[in-house]
């Protein structure tokens, strides 16, 4: 189960959420009793999770919902979906959707195999198609077409600092592992010590530079996201761009230092090693981030 994700499908949840909402969804969340997650992505719209192409069609005191979404983390084990929709024929005017929560176990919400990803597998994502399903209008979230707000107020704050700080922790697990296995290591045939060697002093150096480096940048960005600064964005897409280069880099390093240990199949550090792959690629993507931070820095609007 994937509690970043939980925290973050909470957050939008919890924005604008009618009293209804806050008895049926929030005060079980608070309990404990109740898992959420974001339903966004689609095979279709790929990277760009905001232009969703699945519909919502009003039916008397529910919406009809059609469509297909893609890598739903927690998917088949939460209790309700975050799910992202368009009104049919507003597919063409970006940043338009509509979030609605779906329960678990709604007729026509029809789960594809488990998705076996190289990493990141504790997430379970899945597919799933969204046949004919009916969803009560109190679970609309906030107004319809009102969700672009969502993205940039709720979504990307909490999940880009929440994915940051994933990040962070693999890139301190990779410099614990190095540490532990130059620190221990002793050759026998020679009494000099790995951890008196120059370059492997230097490749500790460089690590502990690199991940402090990015965790002062997310500590930063987050203040300033508390204090509701108007930079708190700019901050946060710098720190998820500059986390998701620190983990490969950290990781590939740790693989080097550990030596033949650290490349078993099934080791902490192979696993370390895949999971550090995800963060360029979960959405929004480095690529994508970049684009938002040059806009931003630029004064421009993110999209
Ligand atoms: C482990 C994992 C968990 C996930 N969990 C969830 C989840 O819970 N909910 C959810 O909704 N989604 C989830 N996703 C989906 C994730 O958001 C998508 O993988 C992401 O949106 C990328 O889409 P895509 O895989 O189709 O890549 P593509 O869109 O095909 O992108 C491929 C590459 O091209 C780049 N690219 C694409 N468009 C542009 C552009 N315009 N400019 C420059 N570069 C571009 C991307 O940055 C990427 O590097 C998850 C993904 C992973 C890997």
Redesign the pocket.
């Known amino acids: 189960m994937c509690f970043a994700?939980h925290c973050v499908g909470t957050a939008v949840i919890a924005a604008k959420a009618t009293p209804d909402q806050e008895r049926r969804f929030l005060r079980p969340i608070a309990e404990g009793r109740h898992v959420t997650?974001?339903?966004?992505?689609e095979p279709g719209t790929?990277?760009?999770?905001y232009l969703p192409r699945s519909t919502f069609d009003p039916d008397g005191e529910s919406y009809v919902v059609n469509g297909k979404k893609?890598?739903?983390?927690n998917g088949g084990h939460a209790d309700s979906y975050v799910l992202s929709a368009v009104a049919p024929g507003s597919e063409l005017d970006p940043g338009t959707f509509t979030c609605l929560l779906v329960e678990a176990g709604s007729a026509g919400l029809d789960w594809g195999a488990p998705w076996s990803?190289l990493g990141?597998r504790g997430?379970s994502?899945r597919a799933a198609g969204l046949n004919r399903i009916s969803v009560p209008k109190a679970n609309l979230l906030g107004e319809e077409g009102d969700q672009i707000w969502y993205i940039f107020e709720v979504v990307a704050p909490y999940f880009l600092t929440a994915m940051a700080g994933v990040y962070i922790g693999i890139g301190q697990a990779a410099l614990d592992l190095s540490v532990a296995h130059i620190s221990g290591h002793k050759f026998s045939h020679t009494t000099a010590r790995l951890a008196e060697n120059p370059a492997i002093v230097e490749q500790i150096a460089d690590m502990w530079a690199r991940l402090e480096r990015a965790r002062r940048l997310l500590h930063y960005a987050a203040r300033l996201g508390d204090a509701g600064s108007p930079e708190a964005a700019t901050a946060i897409f710098a720190s998820k761009i500059d986390v998701a280069d620190a983990a490969v880099a950290l990781t590939n390093s740790a693989m080097q230092l550990v030596g033949g240990r650290g490349y078993q199949a099934d080791g902490q550090l192979s696993r370390l090693l895949r999971d550090a792959q995800?963060a360029?690629?979960?959405?929004p993507?480095?690529?994508?981030l970049k684009?938002w931070l040059g806009r931003s820095v630029l004064g421009l609007p993110p999209l």
Do not use: D, P, Q, W
């Not at 997650?37 to 992505?41: D, G, I, K």
């Open positions: 994700m997650t974001l339903a966004l992505s790929g990277s760009h999770f893609s890598f739903i983390t990803g990141m997430n994502s995800a360029h690629v979960m959405s993507t480095t690529h994508l684009s």
